[in-house]
Structure formats: C-alpha cells, structure tokens
C-alpha cells in the first residue's frame, strides 16, 4: 500500500503540474474577447436604463440563462430535501443547544442590519453593486446567524415551512410569467416592456428592480431550506 | 507588485494549507479563509458584485454546511432499563460505569451516543426488530436469550430474588409484565405484593428501603454483568469484545469500576 | 502581460485542487478540492479582461471611464450561487454514504461495495 502510494502521488504530481504549465504557455493573451464586452458598455445603460450593468446583463440582455440557472438551483434545493427528509432518524432526539451570550447578544445586534443590507441590495441591485443573487444571499446568513444563536428548529417555527418551500416554485413561475407577458402585447418573449426611467434612480431599467426582489427572495428561500434540512438530518450547532 | 498581485500571490499557499490538512476541521477552515482572500481580490479585479456573492457564500454558508456534515456521523444506539451505578439517569444527563464504557466506545467508532430506556423485557425485542445496536443496563448473562450476542462479563454480580406474599396489592393491575426498574422501586416503597428478581446493583439500590416484609433470597452461582447484541451484529460485537479486552488489559476498566462502586 | 496575474494563478489554483482531489482519500476533503476547482475556474473567468486602471462596471458617467468587461461578471454571479446548492447536494450524498459505511474513506467505501456486489 505504501510503495504504491508514493508512485501515484509522484504520479499524479508530474501528469498534473505538466498539465498546467501546457494551460499557462498556451493562453493567449492578446485575444478579440474584447468586442462583446465594448458593446455591452457603450450601449447597455442606453437599452437598459440600468447603472450597473453586470444586472443588465444578467436580467436583460441575457434572461434566458438566468432562468435556467434559477431552475438549476430550485432543482438542486429539491434534491437536499428529497434525500434528507428520508433520512429521518427513528426517534426526534431534541438537543437543547447551551445557549452562549455572546452569541446571542451578537445575532441579536447583527440580523436586522444584516438583513437591511441583503434588502439594500436587491432592491438597489441595478444602481450599485449587488443584485438579485447577492441580495438573496447575504439575508440568508443573517439568517444562518440566528439559526446558529437560537437553534434552526425555533427559527423555522416561525413561518410555516411546507407554505415557504411551495411559495418558492411559484417565485420560479411567476418570473417566467413575466418573462412571457411580451407576448400578449405582440412582442417577442423576453423583451422588457417597463419603461427605462431616468438614468441613476430607482425607478429605473424597466423590469429590472422585479426580477431582483424575485430572485432575492427566491435564493433566500433556497439557502434557508438547505440550511434547514442539514440542521435537522446533523442536530444544532 | 501591486496589491492585487501580492493576494494573488497568497492564494495557492494557503488553497495548498487548507488542503493539506489531517483534521477534517482545521481543512474546512482552511477553504473558508481561502474564499475569503479570494473575494478581496474579486474587489482589487473591479468585480464588486461577484465579490459580495463569494464572501457571503464561501465565507459563511459553505463552511456552516461543511462543519454539519463533517460531524459524528450517526448514532449506536443503546436501550436497556435504568440501573444504579451502571447506566442511570441523573437530571439531563446520563452516568453509571457502562454508560462510560459505552461512551468510549462510541467515541472509538466515531459515533454518538444514544440512550433509550425501555424495560427490561422489551430490550431483547428492540434488538432484535433492530431498533438499537447494543443493550445494557445491568443485564446478567444467564438472563437472556440464546441469540443474541453476548459480551465477556465486565462486572461480577449476584441475583438476588424478592418475594412477598401478603399485605397490599399492586397498586395498578399489570396487563403486561412489562415494567421499568422505577416502577419496581416504587412497588417496593409502598410494600407492595410481588416477586422480582434483581441483580446485585438493583438490589444495592432496594436494599435501601425497608424490606421488612419480603424474603430476600441470594441465588447460588456466579454471575456476571453483559452486554447484549443482535445476532447479525457480528462485526461490532467484535470491535466490542476488542475494546472490553483492550480496557481490562490496560486497567480503565479496574479504575472505571473503583470509581463507581466503592 | 505580467507572469503573476489572475489567469496563471487560477491555472496553478486549479492544478492545486486537481491534485487534492486525486491524492487525498477522504471524501469531504476531495469536495473541498472540487470547490477549489470550481473557484479558480470562475477567477480565471473573471480576470480574463481585466485592466490595470479598470474601474467597476457601474455607468454613473458617459463611457470616457475605463470600465471592465461586465459579460463575466454576470456569468459568474449565478454560477456562485448554484456551485452552492449543488455542493450542498453533493455533501448530503457524502452524510448519506458515511452513514451508510461508518467512514470518509473513499478507498474502504470502494472496498465495502465490492464486498458487496461480488456474494
């Protein structure tokens, strides 16, 4: 086992560091990539109406793949679900967490400006920095951080878990829905509809702000249910 | 060298620290720092969106995750009835010498530990419909059935029978016979009728009330204190024969033993 | 172009992360390592187009500002988010399998399952 061991780490080592200097010498620095991302600048505040363009890109000039990465990620919260919630043990041994000051006291200070920044950054998502998934995530730890200070089944008593888990197909399906509306009026799907407004304010880049506070929600959703069920299967930390 | 460059730099030393470690923790940590460095230079690269997503994720989240499933992962599961000194339930905790024995065994096997008690008659059942991996409690190995496994004595005992013919009726009519040692402490405080068989620890603990009123009979021959398992449990039977040898060579089990009943 | 810069450094990341996914034996050790791969290849994505006096794609100004290429921002910031839920997935097949063989061991899990398929 010992001698067999050694040859593959050496192995592996050579094949690997070979592959990588073949990657590095390879790369070519002086590339053409430059034109898609030129447009995207000069002319994406113009179509879009939106400051922050990385928003633009991913909630107008590109939707499509968005929504296909958001049905990606319902698929995957399912899948924790599904196999977790087989996994139920015989008996619900309830572990009373110690409860420690500090940290209670922490979460305590901490969630609702913590939450205040996951909102600030949905709904501002097309302005400044953040957006959607950014937004989503960051209330998802202040979430994590209250789980952690009062113990994930408190936290989830607190809403009705089976109305939650469904509400976050239907956010799939409504930001299809608006994604389709376009047709009614005899347009291609997925063209924004919602006028651009003025460039730097909040009633700004059409449809923009909805598919935000639709995706913030959703990963919100998402990142608590996993949280959730890991915290069920593996007890309270 | 610019800033952005001196982080680049630091990234493969401490991606190459978190993976290289032998604790399971101290590598998932390790991978926190990693993503953490990683979103300050996602800053440095003009991606300010792109770094909040990967510090709120890899910082927070992925480590939260990880630590959950690095845990102990799953369970042995003992049943047995409550018995003084061995395994017995003291506020929210459990003490007693094979709950200790047990502990460390768990530990071994990189499991946690689980007690359920049941009454003594149930616990052979529970084994067998394979509800628990191990019974304990103060279970003397000429008691019980022929299948299950059984463990090399850990702990000399004695079998003592109680009986009592006269005075008062039990309290409450026993459909069935089973019953937890509590409940026969209790029938013995309020001097009730019936038979019970104890070992020596349960009877250590009756023998403190008044027993006036019961003939006390010592069953001849040499017991011993086991541990009982299911039939097709050979493999942990066997790592636990393996632990109760390598504690009896050593002499945990003579100082466990002092520590609990002398 | 500079030797140091992010697209040779998420390379060496990704050759790292390659060989602790091959070399190590434990299983929750080879998800990080995936992490790892995952991570370099969104750096590499990432610093592809950018400039040394680049500044964030937020358009407060007409375009006489430098601004960075957006296109891979926006591919990477899902991507984030669903690597995510997917190692999520992945580890609770891991808990599953650890469950299943009381060890992290990949070799000893392979081990078990032979054990078990040849009767």
């Known amino acids: 086992m010992r001698r067999s061991s050694r040859g593959i780490i050496i192995t592996a080592s050579v094949l690997v560091i ?10 070519d620095y002086h590339g053409a990539r430059e034109e898609a991302g030129v447009t995207y600048i000069t002319k994406g505040t113009i179509d879009t109406g939106a400051a922050n363009l990385v928003s633009a890109i991913y909630l107008n000039y590109r ?39 500090v940290i209670r006291t922490s979460a305590d200070l901490l969630f609702p400006p913590i939450l205040l920044l996951g909102i600030y950054l949905v709904l501002f998502g097309h302005l400044s920095p953040g957006g959607g998934f950014s937004g989503g995530t960051v209330a998802g730890t202040g979430l994590l951080l209250c789980a952690v200070a009062l113990g994930a089944d408190v936290v989830g008593r607190r809403f009705h878990e089976p109305t939650l888990e469904r509400f976050e197909w239907e956010i799939l399906l409504a ?22 407004g003025r460039l730097g304010s909040l009633a700004s880049g059409g449809s923009i702000l909805i598919y935000n506070a639709l995706i913030g929600v959703k990963v919100f959703i998402g990142t608590w249910v996993i949280i959730h069920y890991f915290v069920r299967h593996r007890g309270e930390i | 060298m610019t800033s952005q460059q001196a982080l680049l730099v630091l990234l493969p030393f401490i991606a190459a620290f978190g993976l290289t470690r032998r604790r399971r923790f101290t590598a998932v940590i390790g991978m926190g720092m990693f993503s953490l460095t990683l979103s300050a230079v996602y800053l440095l690269l003009n991606a300010p969106d792109v770094a909040i997503t990967e510090a709120a994720i890899g910082a927070a989240l992925v480590t939260f995750i990880y630590v959950l499933a690095i845990r102990k992962t799953g369970r042995l599961v003992i049943v047995g009835d409550e018995a003084p000194g061995l395994l017995e339930r003291e506020g929210d905790r459990i003490t007693g010498l094979e709950q200790e024995i047990l502990a460390g065994f768990a530990h071994h096997l990189g499991l946690d530990l689980v007690v359920h008690f049941l009454p003594r008659e149930e616990v052979e059942e529970a084994l067998l419909r394979g509800e628990a991996d191990i019974a304990a409690g103060g279970i003397v190995h000429v008691d019980a059935e022929d299948r299950l496994l059984k463990t090399q004595g850990h702990l000399p005992t004695g079998l003592f029978h109680l009986t009592r013919e006269d005075a008062v009726e039990p309290k409450q009519t026993q459909e069935t016979e089973w019953i937890y040692f509590s409940d026969v402490l209790e029938a013995i405080r309020a001097q009730e009728k019936g038979a019970y068989t104890l070992d020596l620890a349960r009877f250590i603990a009756v ?17 011993s204190y086991t541990f009982l398992l299911p039939p097709d449990r050979e493999e942990l039977h066997k790592r636990l024969s393996a632990y109760l040898d390598h504690l009896r060579q050593n002499g945990e089990l003579d100082g466990m033993i002092r520590r609990y009943f002398s | 172009m500079a030797l140091i810069n992010g697209v040779t450094i998420a390379i060496v990341l990704f050759g790292i992360g390659l060989l602790g996914l091959i070399l190590r034996r434990d299983l929750v050790i080879k998800l990080l390592a995936l992490g790892l791969v995952n991570g370099s290849t969104i750096l590499c994505l990432v610093s592809l187009n950018a ?48 469950e299943r063989y009381h060890t992290t061991d990949s070799q000893r899990i392979e081990h078990e399952i032979e054990g078990e398929r040849t009767p």
């Open chain 1, 18 to 27: 070979c592959f990588c200097a073949l990657l590095v010498m390879m790369f």
């Open chain 1, 63 to 101: 939707l499509f793949d968005t929504l296909f990465e958001l049905l990606v990620f319902s698929v995957a919260v399912l899948g924790v679900r599904f196999y977790l919630a087989q996994q139920r043990g015989n008996e619900e041994e309830v572990t009373r967490i110690p409860e420690s000051q």
């Open chain 1, 175 to 196: 930001i299809l829905l608006l994604a389709l509306i376009p047709v009614l009026f005899g347009r291609l799907p997925f063209t924004d509809l919602l006028p651009r």
């Open chain 2, 207 to 223: 023998s403190r009330l008044d027993l006036s009123g019961y003939a006390v009979e010592r069953l001849p021959g040499s017991f």
């Open chain 3, 51 to 98: 400039r040394v006096d680049g500044v964030a794609p937020i358009v407060h100004s007409p375009a006489s500002v430098p601004y960075v290429d957006p296109l891979p921002h926006a591919l990477v910031l899902s991507a984030i988010v669903i690597n995510f839920a997917i190692l999520a997935l992945a580890l609770v097949f891991v808990m599953l399998l650890v």
